[in-house]
């Protein structure tokens, strides 16, 4: 499999015991500048966002209110809606009226 190639669909590596697919900009880059990251608030707001864009490229944006960090992270995934792309703490969401405020 070509570089290009891996890039565009995702890497399949362990973090931690688990299996989670990302992207190498994503292992590159986003780890990098948060090395703070959980692989458990990676997967919480996978499985429980409070609220969720499909992106005009296909890829999709999920939101969740991680107590420990204070905020509400974002998560991009890959319009396969399993491997992550990016995640950041979003400072300015807000969940709109009638979403889950967790």
């Given amino acids: 499999m070509s570089f290009r190639r891996e890039r565009e669909e995702g890497v ?5 015991r688990r299996l989670v697919k990302k992207t190498n900009y994503f292992i590159a880059s986003v780890m990098v500048r948060r090395p703070y990251f959980k692989k458990e608030w990676i997967e919480y707001v996978l499985k429980n ?5 499909v992106q005009v490229n296909g890829r999709i944006r999920r939101w969740a209110l991680i ?9 991009v995934t ?7 792309r990016n995640a ?3 400072r300015g969401f807000r969940p709109r009226d009638g979403e889950e405020r967790t």
């Fill in 12 to 16: 399949q590596r362990y973090w931690g």
């Fill in 49 to 53: 966002p409070v609220h969720t864009e």
């Fill in 67 to 75: 107590t420990e960090l204070g905020k509400h992270l974002r998560v």
């Fill in 78 to 84: 890959e319009p396969d809606g399993e491997t992550v």
């Fill in 88 to 90: 950041f703490p979003d």
